[in-house]
Structure formats: structure tokens, C-alpha cells
């Protein structure tokens, strides 16, 4: 939020700003009241990872430990930002094949959307 609020800030102006800031806020103390899963998360699963319709998972520098609904969140939001044609179709391809190696709680389901929109504005 620190890099983004400035430019909100003089484009948009304060009140911008200040909805933003309740906005994510909200995000938080709704993730907050979850029981998430944490464990070791690739950090960047995007659709690159792809290379002649083979899955190549190879880059780890985003590696960490985390929330795993999170992880799930950054592949759903690059979908949104990389090939919004085939998003719907290649975001339950991806979920399908995760679920069926990974099972996500209802809380760590539910919080996807909300993780998406924390990736999306840098929070």
C-alpha cells in the first residue's frame, strides 16, 4: 500500500485513498477471522509455466512459507492480467488439478477471492 497510495493520491485524490484504505483493510480483518492452511508455497505459479502444453514448474525465488490459499490466489490473478480469453476455463483446470492433490478448507476456498484482490493492489 505504501507504493501505491501516493499515485492514488494525486490522481484520484484523498477520498480515493481513504476508500482504498478501508477496502483492504476489510480484506484483512476478514482473513484474519479464518482458520488458513500454511506451508510451503511456490510464490508465482503463473501460466508461463507452461511450455508446450507440459507444466514446468521451475523458478522457486518467491518460495516461502505462507498461505496456501494465497498461492492459489496469485495463479487466479494472473490468469486475470495474462489471458483473460481463456481464464474461466484455464482457472478451473488449475483448481481441479490442485484439488485433486491439495485439499483447501472452506476457509482457505472462501479467502481466494479475497487474496486475489490483496495481490492485485500490493497490499
Same mark, same amino acid.
Given at each position: 500500500?505504501?507504493?501505491?497510495?501516493?499515485?492514488?493520491?494525486?490522481?484520484?485524490?484523498?477520498?480515493?485513498?481513504?476508500?482504498? $484504505?478501508?477496502?483492504?483493510?476489510?480484506?484483512?480483518?476478514?482473513?484474519?477471522?479464518?482458520? !488458513?492452511?500454511? #506451508?510451503? $508455497?511456490?510464490?508465482?505459479?503463473?501460466?508461463?509455466?507452461?511450455?508446450? #502444453?507440459?507444466?514446468?514448474? =521451475?523458478? =522457486?525465488? =518467491?518460495?516461502?512459507?505462507?498461505?496456501?490459499?494465497?498461492?492459489?490466489?496469485?495463479?487466479?490473478?494472473?490468469? !486475470?492480467?495474462?489471458?483473460?480469453?481463456?481464464?474461466?476455463? $484455464?482457472?478451473?483446470?488449475?483448481?481441479?488439478?490442485?484439488?485433486?492433490?491439495?485439499?483447501?478448507?472452506?476457509?482457505?476456498?472462501?479467502?481466494?477471492?479475497? =487474496?486475489?484482490?490483496?495481490?492485485?493492489?500490493? $497490499?
Amino acid at each position: 500500500m505504501t507504493r501505491i497510495l501516493p499515485v492514488i493520491r494525486h490522481f484520484l485524490g484523498g477520498e480515493s485513498a481513504a476508500l482504498l $484504505c478501508k477496502v483492504v483493510n476489510e480484506i484483512k480483518e476478514e482473513l484474519a477471522e479464518k482458520n !488458513l492452511e500454511i #506451508g510451503l $508455497c511456490h510464490g508465482a505459479f503463473h501460466n508461463h509455466h507452461l511450455n508446450n #502444453g507440459e507444466l514446468e514448474v =521451475f523458478d =522457486f525465488d =518467491f518460495t516461502a512459507i505462507g498461505y496456501r490459499s494465497y498461492d492459489v490466489a496469485v495463479s487466479w490473478w494472473n490468469l !486475470l492480467h495474462n489471458d483473460k480469453r481463456q481464464e474461466q476455463e $484455464c482457472w478451473d483446470s488449475f483448481l481441479q488439478g490442485y484439488l485433486s492433490q491439495r485439499e483447501l478448507t472452506k476457509d482457505d476456498l472462501q479467502s481466494v477471492p479475497l =487474496f486475489t484482490l490483496y495481490a492485485e493492489y500490493g $497490499c
